[in-house]
């Protein structure tokens, strides 16, 4: 055999080597995000079994919260009527919500129970969960990285929360009351089944608590340069365009008041967005003007 062709065939075994490195370093990555999914499962599974010491209190009070007239929003609304009557009109205070909940199903009950647990075990675990995503990332990361993202989990944890609240308290109580008392015609009697209620309370509840996470999804973005604050500050007057007609969606209501109450919050999220790209590109300037003038020098 020639000098060539051993050189040849070290190199193709050398090739293969690397390629089986790569392959094996890919599923051994796969096998630790498999355990991280595991034990968020299990932390998710024993919040969810905890709920159910607590479903009365559950579906009750928090599930129902909205519909009941003497939720804590609604009374807050009549009081900024009696305070400022000229800048509420009476509409805003809520006495009165007419509709009548259903259930359908043989098992609609005992499956409503199921899913309000399943989803409280769910907004419980996202701090765990996000641990768990941090564990998995961390070892990837520089160390710099890594301490700029330390409060990673506390600060994206705490948003999630605020979040929460503000769909629940804010969010949620203003479109089941314009959805529930909504009507095209008087001769239609609204009647919504519990699957219905329910759905539509967790999707506007932990919607929100997704939608708190944009300062999270830019300050990742403006990690990797794909989002800059220059461009953000260039389209804000997009993005209020944009605000307003979540807003829009998220309370679909004529009341223009209502709909800039849950706007005005999603305004800050993007300012303080603005904030966090500008903060991270300063940060890149001033590491690359500081390498570049060690290589200078």
């Not at 608590?209 to 990797?224: A, D, N």
């Amino acid at each position: 055999m020639s000098d060539n062709k051993q050189r040849d065939l070290i190199e193709v075994i050398k090739e293969k080597g690397k390629a089986l490195e790569a392959e094996m370093s890919f599923f051994d990555h796969i096998d630790v995000l498999r355990k991280h999914l595991l034990r968020s499962l299990l932390v998710i599974v024993i919040f969810t079994i905890g709920a159910f010491w607590f479903s009365d209190f559950i579906f009750n009070d928090l599930i129902m919260g909205p519909k009941n007239p003497d939720f804590w929003t609604y009374r807050m609304m009549c009081k900024m009527v009696a305070t400022w009557p000229n800048l509420f009109g009476p509409d805003f205070c809520i006495t009165h919500i007419d509709a009548k909940i259903i259930n359908t199903e043989m098992a609609g009950q005992f499956t409503l129970q199921v899913n309000a647990c399943v989803m409280v075990g769910i907004i419980l675990g996202i701090p765990y969960i996000l641990f768990e995503l941090w564990l998995f990332v961390r070892p990837a990361l520089h160390a710099n990285e890594r301490k700029s993202a330390s409060n990673f989990v506390v600060f994206a944890s705490s948003l999630f929360f605020i979040g929460i609240l503000f769909g629940y308290y804010i969010v949620c109580p203003l479109s089941v009351n314009f959805l529930t008392n909504f009507t095209v015609s008087p001769d239609i009697q609204n009647t919504f089944t519990i699957t219905s209620y329910l759905s539509s309370v967790s999707t506007l509840t932990i919607g929100s608590g997704l939608i708190f996470q944009l300062p999270v999804v830019i300050y990742i973005l403006s990690k990797f340069g794909i989002m800059t604050p220059k461009f953000m500050r260039s389209t804000r007057r997009y993005a209020a365009v944009i605000i307003l007609v979540i807003a829009a969606v998220i309370t679909p209501t004529a009341d223009v008041m209502t709909m800039l109450v849950v706007a005005f919050p999603l305004f800050i999220l993007y300012e303080v967005s603005i904030f966090i790209s500008a903060n991270i590109e300063r940060k890149r300037n001033k590491e690359q003007y500081g390498v570049a003038k060690i290589k200078k020098d």
